[in-house]
């Protein structure tokens, strides 16, 4: 099955971008996915394609209206569709719902700009999601960010099994890794790496991911046990 993702936004020519490259490049080229952007102007109103408003109350800056984005989202959503809106206040993106979103057949992806949306947008959508408690331009960087986190976990996308060891696969960060020499500039690569062991290794490697994870990111550790990778059931 060929995952169709369809982005809707003021800026196309940010697609595919960074995406054509590397891990999503090939998947996209391989047909693991189809993806497609949207100029929301498209369904601008009026002679001059308007996609924006004062906000009612006052304020600094403009913000999307309704209209446009219903006209894209009645133009684009199927049967299987989940519509995304990338929000500073939505649910943090986490592996987990990244698996999520790598099992569905299709994703809108809305890009918000200027201040923001028309609250009345957030009943059209299925998902809102954040990449992160900090500010941006616009939501294409982040609609880059998930898709090609969904675009690598996809079946063919990577080596069999490079997924299930990497960081936040079950709630960790990843154990550190080296490669040769076995010896450069005073350190050397653990001994056990170089044992033959597999059972050892693998024994070990847990070992280091937890005690990473308890040293950079011990929030993580909460929900390390549950499958999920976040602690958190997905709706």
């Not at 099955?1 to 369809?6: E, F, G, S, Y």
């Not at 894209?72 to 959503?77: I, V």
């Not at 709630?171 to 020499?181: D, M, N, S, V």
Request: contains cysteine; charged residues 25%.
């Amino acid at each position: 099955m060929t995952l169709q993702i369809d982005v809707v936004t003021l800026f196309p020519d940010v697609f595919p971008g960074p995406l054509s490259h590397s891990i999503p490049g090939r998947a996209l080229e391989a047909g693991l996915a189809e993806l497609r952007a949207h100029d929301l102007r498209e369904w601008g109103l009026g002679r001059h394609r308007s996609v924006d408003d004062y906000p009612y109350g006052g304020g600094a800056g403009m913000v999307l209206r309704a209209e446009p984005i219903a006209g894209a989202l009645a133009a684009l959503r199927g049967p299987g569709s989940t519509v995304i809106l990338l929000d500073p206040g939505g649910e943090p993106l986490r592996q987990a719902r990244v698996r999520d979103l790598a099992l569905r057949s299709h994703l809108i992806v809305v890009c918000p700009r200027y201040e923001g949306i028309d609250e009345r947008v957030r009943s059209m959508v299925d998902l809102e999601l954040s990449i992160g408690d900090y500010v941006l331009s616009g939501g294409e960087i982040p609609a880059l960010v998930l898709i090609d986190a969904v675009l690598r976990l996809l079946p063919g996308a990577i080596t069999e099994g490079s997924a299930t060891e990497e960081s936040f696969s079950e709630g960790l960060l990843e154990y550190p890794q080296w490669t040769r020499p076995p010896e450069f500039d005073g350190q050397r690569v653990p001994d056990i790496l170089l044992s033959g062991d597999h059972g050892a290794v693998a024994r070990w490697r847990h070992e280091q991911a937890v005690a990473r994870t308890s040293q950079r990111r011990p929030d993580l550790l909460e929900g390390a046990t549950d499958a999920s990778g976040d602690g958190s059931g997905l709706p």
